[in-house]
């Protein structure tokens, strides 16, 4: 058991450290980096999309069947996201000391990082749960699925009005509830499949909360021609780059 937790916590510790992508943009001047970032959010829209639709979805339907209880878990993912939001909405839409304004769309993205990474945490658990082999093929495909996906939350706090450094703590921290979803899983063992059968429904309806309801609205502010294509580019860049993932996982 001692190898399990050793591997376990190793593992997402990696993991975890995957919020650290955006530190490569820190030599790019800030007013450069921001005529870029509504770009990142067109491919983080189609991350975010794909990676409900294409990973969170499918694997909750093939474990649990297409049933009453998914549907539920996604419309619960959906409506938590809307009271979050409402709430931030009503206490802290508010300047920051430097004076820029913080959208509520970017702490809304925080709450569902955080939810996500934790059932990261509970995946990775449940595979080392099974054997030390399944586990570290885990591990590789949350990797995989969290490189895209980390990018993507970066230029969305960036967007939203975080600066770099804050941008990037606050990545980090939603990044470690991996190691709380890491812990129940190992502590709950067998009763660990009733969790997740609840939390990846629910994840996915919270990633579509995000994309159609915050970060699609953001899009739709450009309306050039050429610049509409590009995003729309890199909004189909997302899904395919999550497609493509199901190959290598």
């Known amino acids: 058991m001692l190898n399990v ?25 800030e007013k450069k980096l921001r005529k870029f970032l509504i770009y990142l959010v067109s491919f983080s829209t189609g991350a975010l999309l794909g990676d409900a639709f294409l990973h969170l979805l499918p694997s909750a339907v ?12 996604v419309i619960s993912g959906i409506a938590f996201s809307f ?7 009503w206490r802290h839409c508010h300047n920051t000391g430097n004076g820029k304004h913080i959208h509520p769309f970017a702490i809304v993205n925080l709450y569902g990082d955080s939810i996500h990474n934790f059932i990261d945490g509970l995946i990775i658990g449940a595979g080392y749960l099974i054997g030390i082999d399944v586990g570290i093929a885990t591990t590789l495909a949350v990797i995989l699925h969290e490189i ?11 967007h939203g009005g975080f600066t770099k450094g804050k941008a990037l703590f606050y990545n980090f921290i939603t990044a470690i509830t991996a190691i709380a979803g890491l812990a ?13 059968a609840f939390l990846v429904p629910f994840s996915a309806g ?20 050429k610049k509409s294509a590009i995003q729309f580019g890199l909004f189909l860049l997302g899904i395919f780059v999550m497609f493509a993932l199901l190959y290598l996982e």
């Open 83 to 89: 009271v979050v939001e409402k709430f931030i909405h």
């Open 5 to 29: 937790w050793f591997y376990s916590i190793f593992s997402v510790i990696i993991v975890s450290l995957i919020s650290f992508l955006g530190i490569f943009t820190l030599s790019i001047k």
């Open 148 to 158: 895209p996906q980390e990018i993507g939350d970066f230029a969305i706090l960036l």
């Open 184 to 196: 129940v899983s190992l502590l709950s063992g067998l009763y660990i499949t009733n969790i997740i």
């Open 62 to 73: 093939k474990e649990y069947g297409f049933g009453l209880s998914i549907s539920l878990s």
């Open 206 to 225: 919270s990633l579509i909360y995000i994309a159609g309801s915050d970060l699609i609205p953001e899009l739709h502010k450009e309306v050039a021609v």
